[in-house]
């Protein structure tokens, strides 16, 4: 129920439209489609951090039977990138390659054994380069550059922005406190890895990839292979989840397409695990400062932050994490005065893109710590502090971000109650601690990455003449569900079971366009546009019926696949008649229905990145165990509580802030990427890298807060992406709480924890 409406379909958890195909092993994957005379694709990587290519050999390659061909940087030098901005990357390393795991060459073979043979007899010569690993060295060394277009040094970037009067503000302060902060990077660890296959018949490609965005992959596909976009189809097949990591256009897509069209067959490249560490693409490391000023009694009157990023590599979409990082600290909480100032740096590290929450995770970690200091240096309860400077609905940031609905004290006390934190915080045995924390996050960009008046969303939708529902949508559900909650979008707005509808996704042929799945934007913005395809076509019906029946429209309702008069019990119709109806009568029962955000740009220089036309809100609770012994923490229990505006399907969204609570649990405590001093990977496996396994996992308590957002589709707006941000710092202050130091550095190793305790290390 949604306000005072009462819906048959939408409100109820329902399982995935997918799921049994997901269960029973018959959902195809990229890497399970049957293509006939498929070749197998693989690729040579860098075992150089940094170095000059002199020359490739590959003749000892080609000439080995069973490989029908090899390709180099050669056969497509025209640079890409997924943001205007960082146009920096070939599909195959041109002159130099930047990190150990950079692409350099691609083979295709009749089997696996033939192709990694291959690899082995390509011979490259390097000239070896200096390798730059630290972001700070890389701020500073002018002699070596890892991308001649970086003006200064390494620095890909800076950012500096003011808002309000920063210093009037830190003098109107009582107190003021500094602190710094540091994130390490984290990768998405989706089970399915990378893959792509790629067909090349009669002048046309298609493409099938394990992406997130088939539309960007499109228009890369078309800009780097000189292919007129007409002649490249792109299908997302069943999709192992992407988390960020696949959405972005990424050098095995290309690597298989320019396979394809040398050999004339099919070819498949399938990432192993190490190679989709190698690649990376997550979160970024991040050094952080803040400086707060606050009243006495808690209230803030300025914060200056301040970031530096560890790029690796490339640009990917790093220029916008940077920005985010900025930009999304001036909530949920009232900040009069902000100034932020960041900036991101090349270094011989694979690179980082966007993850889950993207931009937004390591500053709040960091702010909601800085916040819980403030608080225990003024005697304030870090409940307290927070529903004091808590933003409320219809108001407008410093950095003119437009709030509409907002729900963030009722997450907070929610958590508040589960948690049962007037008992507990500061009151537990030594060891044992609550903490608390709060975000908010985007539901949808405001912008499409590159410049166009075209919609962000589009959604058509046709209706057979027996009723049977047709959902062509170019939106990619990637495992979060979003094919299912167009079905029950459609359902419930025709008035027909959900049976009836299915749902044809995410191929540019037959499909229109939708942007892709970031920036939590799937449920809104092609919701938006499912929303008002399915409204056109009902509206139409009922004029048809209405005119037939000589009755009032407006006396009219479709309701569980019929026709109904209002008040009445007995059907006048089915729905499928009523589609018999239409057609007999010249109606279209088709309807084409679109979504573009309203102009929300702040009025200055880069206001347009972090403008969205909703924001979801949260909270979340943590209790901890640590054992002063070993340094191990125990997560008991995380309680969250979301801003979702209204749960479309309440079962999906509990999966999603499970799942979100679940990443940055790991994240808090245990993901760790480590280099060797020549840039490789320390640990690209499952087996060194540690992500939480079932084992390891807290008890999860989910509320679903419903604030009904003007705006969205039904008063939807987003969960899955905030549901993460306050999961870490809830930890760290929770674990503060039991043994009384503070940590400032994650994740939150178990030598991490013994070295304060032995230590009673309390950051500066």
Request: net charge negative.
């Amino acid at each position: 129920m949604a306000g005072d409406n009462v819906y048959h379909c939408i409100g109820r958890g329902r399982p995935r439209t997918d799921s049994l195909a997901k269960v029973t092993g018959a959902a195809q994957f990229t890497a399970d489609i049957p293509v006939h005379r498929c070749l197998v694709g693989k690729i040579l990587r860098s075992p150089h951090a940094h170095a000059r290519i002199l020359s490739i050999d590959t003749q000892r390659a080609k000439a080995l039977p069973g490989v029908k061909a090899v390709v180099t940087g050669v056969d497509a030098p025209v640079k890409y990138g997924i943001l205007p901005v960082s146009q920096d990357e070939y599909p195959l390393a041109v002159e130099k390659v930047r990190f150990v795991g950079d692409e350099v060459a691609a083979v295709a073979a009749v089997d696996e054994a033939t192709a990694l043979r291959a690899l082995e007899l390509i011979e490259v010569t390097y000239e070896v380069l200096p390798v730059i690993l630290d972001p700070h060295e890389a701020l500073v060394r002018e002699d070596v550059k890892i991308h001649e277009r970086a003006v200064e040094a390494n620095i890909e970037r800076r950012v500096h922005l003011v808002f309000g009067d920063l210093e009037q503000a830190f003098a109107e302060a009582d107190y003021i406190r500094e602190d710094r902060f540091f994130k390490e990077a984290a990768s998405h660890a989706f089970l399915e890895p990378h893959s792509a296959l790629a067909q090349y018949q009669d002048g046309k490609l298609t493409l099938w990839s394990s992406t997130q965005v088939p539309h960007y992959v499109h228009r890369s596909l078309s800009s780097v292979l000189r292919i007129p976009m007409e002649k490249i189809r792109v299908i997302k097949p069943a999709l192992g989840g992407g988390f960020g990591g696949k959405g972005e256009p990424l050098p095995l897509e290309f690597a298989a397409s320019l396979l394809a069209m040398k050999t004339g067959r099919p070819v498949r490249v399938i990432h192993s695990r190490e190679e989709v560490f190698l690649t990376h693409r997550g979160r970024h490391p991040m050094e952080m400062t803040l400086k707060t000023g606050v009243k006495q009694d808690g209230t803030i009157t300025a914060v200056q932050f301040s970031s530096l990023l560890d790029g690796g590599a490339y640009g990917s979409y790093g220029v916008v994490t940077m920005i985010y990082s900025g930009q999304l600290l001036t909530a949920p909480y009232r900040v009069p005065a902000y100034a932020f100032d960041s900036v991101r740096v090349f270094t011989n590290k694979p690179p980082c893109g966007a993850q889950r929450g993207h931009g937004g995770v390591q500053p709040r970690f960091a702010f909601e710590v800085h916040l819980d200091r403030i608080a225990a240096d003024l005697g304030i309860d870090p409940l307290e502090i927070r529903r004091r400077n808590a933003i409320e609905a219809d108001t407008v940031t410093v950095n003119e971000l437009r709030i509409t609905s907002c729900a963030f004290k009722t997450c907070l006390d929610r958590v508040a109650e589960t948690v049962d934190w007037k008992n507990k915080h500061g009151k537990l045995p030594y060891g044992k601690g609550v903490g608390l924390a709060g975000g908010f996050y985007v539901t949808g960009a405001a912008y499409p990455i590159y410049a166009n008046p075209m919609p962000h969303s589009q959604v058509q939708i046709r209706v057979d003449r027996n009723g049977g529902v047709t959902v062509f949508s170019g939106a990619s559900d990637i495992g979060q569900g979003s094919d299912t909650l167009l079905v029950m979008i459609t359902a419930e707005t025709l008035g027909i079971p959900e049976t009836s509808v299915r749902v044809v996704s995410a191929d540019t042929e037959i499909t229109p366009v939708d942007l892709g799945s970031y920036s939590s934007r799937v449920t809104f913005m092609a919701g938006n546009a499912c929303h008002q395809a399915a409204l056109e076509i009902r509206d139409r019906l009922l004029a048809v019926c209405a005119k037939e029946l000589e009755r009032n429209q407006k006396d009219l309702r479709f309701r569980e696949g019929h026709l109904f008069a209002k008040e009445a019990r007995e059907p006048l119709m089915t729905f499928a008649e009523a589609s018999v109806l239409g057609e007999a009568s010249g109606v279209a029962l088709c309807a084409l229905g679109s979504y573009r955000p309203p102009e929300l740009a702040g009025s200055y220089k880069l206001g347009g990145v972090g403008p969205s036309p909703a924001y979801s809100f949260g909270a979340q609770a943590a209790e901890v165990e640590v054992d002063t012994e070993t340094g191990e923490i125990r997560v008991v229990k995380i309680h969250c509580a979301h801003d979702l505006g209204f749960a479309l399907n309440p079962l999906a969204a509990s999966g999603q802030a499970e799942g979100a609570v679940v990443m940055g649990f790991g994240e808090a405590v245990l993901e760790h990427h480590g280099f060797s001093p020549g840039g490789r990977h320390n640990g690209p496996t499952f087996l060194d890298y540690k992500i939480p396994t079932c084992l390891d996992v807290p008890d999860v308590d989910v509320t679903l807060v419903e604030s009904i957002d003007p705006a969205g589709p039904y008063g939807a707006k987003e969960i899955g992406e905030g549901s993460l941000h306050p999961s870490l710092p809830a930890i760290v202050n929770a674990l503060y709480d039991a043994v009384g130091c503070w940590f400032h550095d994650l994740p939150l190793t178990a030598e991490r924890v013994l070295a304060a305790l032995d230590h009673k290390e309390t950051p500066s």
